[in-house]
Structures are given as C-alpha cells and as structure tokens.
C-alpha cells in the first residue's frame, strides 16, 4: 500500500508543478500545455486514489 501512496503523492506533486508553471507561463501554447499536464497527472493521482480505497475498503467489509 506505501508504494501506492508513494506514486499517488509523486503525481500529486507534479500536478501542483505542471499547474504553477501553467499560471507563471507568457506564452499561451506553453499554458495550454502545462495545463494538459496538470489535468493527465490529476487524473493519475485520482485513480489511485481511487484504487487505494478500494484496497482499504476491502479488509473492513471483510470483518
């Protein structure tokens, strides 16, 4: 479970990254860019989120 959490918050961080250097850009092509890489790596971070409650959800129902 570290492992996912370890990625989950690695695309979280990149997704901060990609959205500042979006906000800092001068060159509309370069916002827009950044902007989409903001969007892929927040769509990453929330399917393992995503995952990572199912994996914790699974346990609970069991007992």
């Given at each position: ?15 901060a ?7 800092e850009s001068t060159s509309e092509?370069d ?10 790596t ?9 995952v ?12």
């Amino acid at each position: 479970m570290s492992d996912l959490q370890a990625k989950l918050e690695k695309y979280e961080r990149k997704a901060a990254q990609y959205e500042k250097s979006a906000q800092e850009s001068t060159s509309e092509a370069d916002r827009a860019f950044y902007q989409g890489l903001a969007r892929y790596t927040e769509d990453l971070a929330m399917k393992f989120r995503q995952v990572i409650a199912k994996r914790t959800d699974t346990p609970q129902a069991a007992e």
